[in-house]
């Protein structure tokens, strides 16, 4: 399970850098958000996957004596989740701004002053 989950990781990553090398800035957010995902992934990975139980420990014991589910990990993708939201709400109104002024969407065009044109 954990080897096919790393596979996934290196996808995402490689979608999302794929993506992000495109000259359109929407694909290029989608590179971002398969990115970020790519990252939470990761994390969730790093913590180690185990069918366990709560962290709480009993009152007559001093350290853990089973199998336990590692909750930092999950805090730390949800935090992320929330941050990249925030993130990617931010770069689409941008975006849709750039759009709306420049009237195009490709980043080679966006580079052109107004005296070349």
């Known amino acids: 399970m954990e080897l096919l989950l ?3 990781v290196g996808v995402l990553y490689g ?3 794929y993506m992000m090398l495109r000259r359109s800035l929407v694909k290029l957010i989608i590179g971002l958000i398969i990115i970020g995902n790519g990252a939470n992934l990761l994390i969730f990975l790093l913590g180690r996957i185990t069918k366990g139980q709560p962290p709480i420990i009993p009152e007559d014991a001093k350290v853990f004596a089973e199998i336990y589910a590692d909750p930092l990990p999950q805090a730390l ?3 992320a989740i929330v941050i990249s939201f925030g ?3 931010f770069a689409i109104i941008l975006v849709k701004r750039a759009y709306q002024v420049v ?3 490709d980043l080679d065009k ?3 002053t107004d005296e070349e044109s």
């Open 77 to 79: 993708i949800l935090t």
């Open 6 to 8: 790393a596979l996934m």
């Open 87 to 89: 993130l990617q709400s």
């Open 103 to 105: 009237k195009t969407d």
């Open 15 to 17: 979608a999302g850098l």
């Open 110 to 112: 966006m580079n052109a």
